[in-house]
């Protein structure tokens, strides 16, 4: 019987290398009960993977990764679940904050053609940048455009040489209002891969019951940069203020990644009782809603 999930997947819609329906079609061959596909600030994949879903017998719940800002802290990860992806309102926003996206990633291939002309190198092209992305364009997209024409080996040495010298400001959601879009969606919000934000504990308590004040609904406590040790606190801290628990590997796809259950680090098993959680959860806010 299968009873593993993985609610934290990237598409091409947003910055991952497989497709909605290949990566459903990936998560059955990996055995996975459930999956939710949660691309950058966008939900443009998800009718794809919930009908491969019904074809590969794999459980899909709708999902979306906010890009938030609270107090000094800015690209915080907030994760959506179960809500109704076709709401106008929610559609609205994401296309607004994409629209953001786009002009802000424009202007960081035109400094960084700059400094390639300074260099004595040839620039690429944005325009061919924005086809490859297929979904939501992010700076990795740009990345792969410069190793592509031999400006750098790798990701991390375009970053490091281009993507970061030439960054631009981002745009992000205020956490309250984010966390109210999803909710308005009748969904269910988590705090992504929580150590990204910080790794000191008592800091991140007191994070925890400043955003649950705001409503937060759930922690991935089961995330990529956590060893058991963390997912065990992760799961305490979640339980003492009543959130829900939720877990993700945050797959992207890309070097050759393969999608399997326990995700990059081999012992994250992620169980199916995450999905009873949240879709309890959004039932509930749904039932207040009607």
Request: charged share 25%; hydrophobic share 40%.
């Amino acid at each position: 019987m299968k009873s593993y999930v993985d609610l934290h997947l990237h598409s091409t819609c947003s910055d991952g290398a497989h497709g909605p329906a290949r990566l459903v079609e990936l998560a059955a061959r990996a055995g996975l009960a459930a999956i939710a596909i949660a691309d950058h600030d966008n939900v443009d994949g998800i009718d794809e993977a919930m009908a491969a879903g019904r074809t590969f017998d794999v459980e899909v719940l709708s999902g979306v990764e906010l890009s938030v800002s609270w107090g000094g802290y800015e690209d915080i990860h907030l994760l959506g679940y179960c809500f109704d992806h076709r709401l106008p309102a929610l559609c609205n926003a994401l296309k607004e904050f994409r629209e953001f996206r786009e002009s802000r990633n424009e202007g960081i291939v035109t400094r960084i053609n700059q400094q390639l002309l300074k260099e004595g190198r040839s620039p690429i092209d944005f325009a061919q940048v924005q086809q490859s992305a297929e979904g939501t364009l992010g700076r990795p997209h740009i990345a792969m455009a410069l190793i592509e024409q031999g400006h750098a080996r790798n990701q991390e040495e375009a970053f490091e040489r281009y993507l970061v010298p030439c960054n631009l400001p981002k745009r992000f959601f205020p956490i309250d209002q984010a966390i109210d879009l999803i909710h308005e969606a009748g969904g269910v919000t988590s705090l992504a891969h929580p150590f990204y934000i910080t790794t000191d504990r008592d800091e991140l308590r007191r994070l925890l019951d400043c955003f649950v004040l705001l409503g937060l609904d759930g922690v991935e406590a089961y995330n990529n940069r956590a060893t058991n040790d963390d997912i065990d606190w992760f799961i305490t801290q979640a339980r003492r203020r009543g959130l829900v628990i939720t877990g993700g590997s945050d797959f992207h796809g890309a070097d050759g990644g393969e999608l399997l259950p326990g995700g990059v680090r081999g012992n994250l098993l992620i169980p199916y009782a995450c999905v009873d959680e949240i879709r309890q959860k959004a039932a509930l806010r749904q039932d207040r809603q009607v």
